[in-house]
């Protein structure tokens, strides 16, 4: 497995007009894309710095992941997302490695990345993502 950079880091927000604008007025990054992943049941804001990214995560309904993840814990880092290349292999190296998998195979993410889960029992309790951009030239 080939790990080649920290992809972004996810924050769980409650508003993400109020947080972006924390970013923007404060931090001075700038938001290059706001995004809804439906089928994940959130919106997202990005901010680039380096070659990391920051990813803002509102929930668009309670009975999501994110929406459930504020209920529990409240506001705060989410998870922590690798770049990876060859994401279907890597999930069967972790597989065999004992490695607990949200995510079987990967599926589609935001900015149309190829995401898959690890849980947190099996990372120390930190939910880690794999992303692979297969539209990388």
């Not at 901010?47 to 705060?76: C, N, Q, R, V």
């Amino acid at each position: 497995m080939k790990l080649t950079h920290i992809e972004h880091i996810g924050i769980a927000v409650k508003n993400l007009d109020e947080s972006i604008r924390f970013y923007e007025d404060v931090l001075g990054l700038a938001c290059y894309a706001v995004e809804e992943v439906k089928d994940q049941k959130v919106k997202t804001a990005f901010f680039k710095l380096g070659d990391t990214k920051i990813e803002l995560l509102e929930s668009t309904d309670p009975g999501g992941p994110i929406g459930k993840f504020i209920e529990k814990k409240g506001e705060g880092v989410h998870h922590l997302a690798f770049a990876v290349d060859g994401i279907e292999k890597a999930l069967v190296t972790l597989q065999e490695k004992g490695i607990q998998l949200v995510d079987q195979q990967p599926r589609k993410g935001a900015e149309g990345l190829d995401i898959a889960f690890l849980h947190p029992k099996s990372t120390g309790g930190v939910l880690t993502e794999l992303c692979e951009d297969k539209n990388k030239s």
